[in-house]
T-cell receptor, first 116, second 113 residues
Framework: DADVTQTPRNRITKTGKRIMLECSQT?????MYWYRQDPGLGLRLIYYSFDVKDINKGEISDGYSVSRQAQAKFSLSLESAIPNQTALYFC???????????????FGSGTRLTVV | QQQVKQSPQSLIVQKGGISIINCAYENTAFDYFPWYQQFPGKGPALLIAIRPDVSEKKEGRFTISFNKSAKQFSLHIMDSQPGDSATYFC????????????FGAGTRLAVHP
């Protein structure tokens, strides 16, 4: 099984619908992140969380919300999807320990979301 | 504004050649500079990283060169192979203990046989 699992892998939804993207991890990491990937724009941070009680907005949080249900689970919701939220979404985790080996992110395989 | 500018957007290299991808930043509050490699249908994976107090780091065929005064860093792939064909992202970590990364726009590398 993958260390970081994202579901669904692909989703097509209609404008105005609420949709939830889920992420679960077996790495035991306490830090989790949601990024959005668009061609020519790279990866942009939506939300991040350092534990169940800690949720922080990233650079493009408008139109999104998150829930950290447990250390291993971090969900991203689009309350009312719009076409410009069509993108590839990635969940990532990292450890909180010191040292360079703990800085690296482990990414899931992504969710391709299309809003029509 | 915290930004990392990456170039070129795409790169074609012949097998055995050297691939060079460049990144530049303006914010001096970055304290760690990783590179990620992404294959189609997969999430990015950490390739190599450098701290700003080091000018060069080499791991196998991959080398990061870091110029602190110019606020630039680059990835060199020596003896490029078709299996290196992927999208590469540079990134910079915002100092302060939160391990937040700002990514460049990505470079799509194609290595032709």
């Amino acid at each position: 099984d993958a260390d970081v699992t994202q579901t669904p892998r692909n989703r097509i939804t209609k404008t105005g619908k609420r949709i939830m993207l889920e992420c679960s991890q077996t790495k035991g990491h306490d830090r989790m992140y949601w990024y959005r990937q668009d061609p020519g724009l790279g990866l942009r941070l939506i939300y991040y969380s350092f534990d169940v009680k800690d949720i922080n907005k990233g650079e493009i949080s408008d139109g999104y919300s998150v829930s950290r249900q447990a250390q291993a689970k971090f969900s991203l919701s689009l309350e009312s999807a719009i076409p410009n939220q069509t993108a590839l979404y990635f969940c990532a985790t990292s450890d909180s320990g010191s040292g360079e080996t703990n800085y690296g992110y482990t990414f899931g395989s992504g969710t391709r979301l299309t809003v029509v | 504004q915290q930004q990392v500018k990456q170039s070129p957007q795409s790169l074609i290299v012949q097998k055995g050649g050297i691939s060079i991808i460049n990144c530049a930043y303006e914010n001096t509050a970055f304290d760690y500079f990783p590179w990620y490699q992404q294959f189609p249908g997969k999430g990015p994976a950490l390739l190599i990283a450098i701290r700003p107090d080091v000018s060069e780091k080499k791991e196998g065929r991959f080398t990061i060169s870091f110029n602190k005064s110019a606020k630039q860093f680059s990835l060199h792939i020596m003896d490029s192979q078709p299996g290196d064909s992927a999208t590469y992202f540079c990134a910079a970590r915002i100092s302060g203990g939160y391990n937040k990364l700002i990514f460049g726009a990505g470079t799509r590398l194609a290595v032709h046989p």
